[in-house]
T-cell receptor, first 115, second 110 residues
Framework: EAGVVQSPRYKIIEKKQPVAFWCNPI?????LYWYRQNLGQGPELLIR????????DSQLPKDRFSAERLKGVDSTLKIQPAELGDSAVYLCASSRLGQGANVLTFGAGSRLTVL | QKEVEQNSGPLSVPEGAIASLNCTYS??????FFWYRQYSGKSPELIMFIYSNGDKEDGRFTAQLNKASQYVSLLIRDSQPSDSATYLCASRGGYNKLIFGAGTRLAVHP
């Protein structure tokens, strides 16, 4: 079984530039999560999708961040414009709905550096 | 107060010893708890989860849950240098939300 696939693995941009991250979850996993992890901190949830529906986006900074999950499979997280404080690792994770719903499998992450 | 609190460490133990990692949570409605291991520069990977009060064992790992004290722990027996990593505690609370602590860094020295 292929794992959660994320791209790009690394991205360096200047502040005020846009950036986008892509995630392909494990096949059959209905729930998809985007987390942000700052250095020395635990992952912080940005948004959670159940199929195509964003069921929890309370922590997503909506003035500059957006996400979509068309067709309930792949997802894209966008930041526009990026700020210095957005430097972090953006982790995508997926899980099944129902029993064991919170057994998350994480992708390798996308490390963003904003200069 | 953070919702899930962990001592950042580092926790240093000699090879072969028992490592004890602790976590407290603030949401009394939390139903389940998870331990993830994260090697430097890698993504978190699930070690085990626990729903009921008491102990749950899986190989060298034992998770302990005390809901009355809002306390979760992870014991690693016969610690190996390969266990050196950051251990993240997470709780599932309202709206099925998984909240992570900041993690405890464990260093197992030969």
């Amino acid at each position: 079984e292929a794992g959660v696939v994320q791209s790009p693995r690394y991205k360096i941009i200047e502040k005020k530039q846009p950036v986008a991250f892509w995630c392909n979850p494990i096949s059959g996993h209905n729930t998809l999560y985007w987390y942000r992890q700052n250095l020395g901190q635990g992952p912080e949830l940005l948004i959670r999708y159940e199929n195509e529906e964003a069921v929890d986006d309370s922590q997503l900074p909506k003035d500059r961040f957006s996400a979509e999950r068309l067709k309930g499979v792949d997802s894209t997280l966008k930041i526009q414009p990026a700020e210095l404080g957005d430097s972090a690792v953006y982790l995508c994770a997926s899980s099944r709905l129902g029993q064991g719903a919170n057994v998350l499998t994480f992708g390798a992450g996308s490390r963003l550096t904003v200069l | 107060q953070k919702e899930v609190e962990q001592n950042s460490g580092p926790l240093s133990v000699p090879e072969g010893a028992i490592a004890s990692l602790n976590c407290t949570y603030s949401d009394r409605g939390s139903q389940s708890f998870f331990w993830y291991r994260q090697y430097s520069g890698k993504s978190p990977e699930l070690i085990m989860f626990i729903y009921s009060n008491g102990d749950k064992e899986d190989g060298r790992f034992t998770a302990q849950l005390n809901k009355a004290s809002q306390y979760v722990s992870l014991l690693i027996r016969d610690s190996q240098p390969s266990d050196s990593a950051t251990y993240l505690c997470a709780s599932r609370g309202g709206y099925n939300k998984l909240i992570f602590g900041a993690g405890t860094r464990l260093a197992v020295h030969p």
